[in-house]
């Protein structure tokens, strides 16, 4: 079975009107993955690197050309602090935050955030990298087990789902959010 975080996200139960917030994003945001899957649908990408935020708005952009109609929108945030994500409450289907929680200062709270931004039924997808692979160095104390990950996942409220492992080194979780 393919693990990769790509295949995952091709393999969600996505409606073509789905709204993804990719939290986060980087210069490539994994949340393009699911393009073809939400014709209809919207994806919000949150990056607080003014550089990375240019970089994946051209990717938006290339994607517009290429007859996606998948509505795309870019924004910068400052994640850090798990503080105010710039969404409306219970509008999103899917949260991404890859490989992001690392740099987060309050996990927690940034956790809580992708709850209230979820519909009921909505689907939390973290995903970090394994110890020190592909040449990056995390300090220790920024690393994210994957134990703390279904702690924190756990006490925003989340149902866990399943955890799976990629081949490229990296782990992950999925949450849900509850019916209410």
């Known amino acids: ?19 993804i917030l990719d939290v986060g994003a980087g210069i490539q945001a994994r949340s393009f993955e699911c393009i073809s899957s939400i014709p209809e649908g919207e994806i919000i990408l949150l990056e607080k690197d003014l550089d990375k935020l240019a970089t994946i708005t051209k990717q938006a952009e290339g994607y517009s050309k290429k007859g996606h109609t998948t509505r795309i929108h870019t924004l910068a945030c400052d994640v850090d602090h798990g503080n105010n994500l710039p969404v409306r409450n219970s509008i999103c289907d899917v949260v991404l935050v890859s ?5 987060v200062v309050y ?15 909505g689907l939390l997808v973290v995903v970090e990298l394994s110890e020190d692979v ?18 924190y996942t756990d006490r925003a ?21 509850p019916l209410e």
């Open 107 to 121: 996990r927690e709270s940034l956790l809580k955030e992708c709850m209230r931004v979820l519909a009921p039924g």
């Open 99 to 103: 490989h992001t929680l690392r740099h």
């Open 157 to 177: 409220g989340f149902i866990i789902g399943e955890h799976f492992d990629t081949p490229h080194g990296e782990y992950g979780i999925i949450g849900v959010s």
């Open 1 to 19: 079975m393919d693990t990769s975080v790509a295949s995952i996200l091709k393999k969600l139960p996505l409606r073509k009107h789905a709204r």
């Open 134 to 151: 592909h040449g990056i160095v995390t300090h220790p104390d920024a690393r994210v087990t994957l134990d703390e990950m279904l702690e």
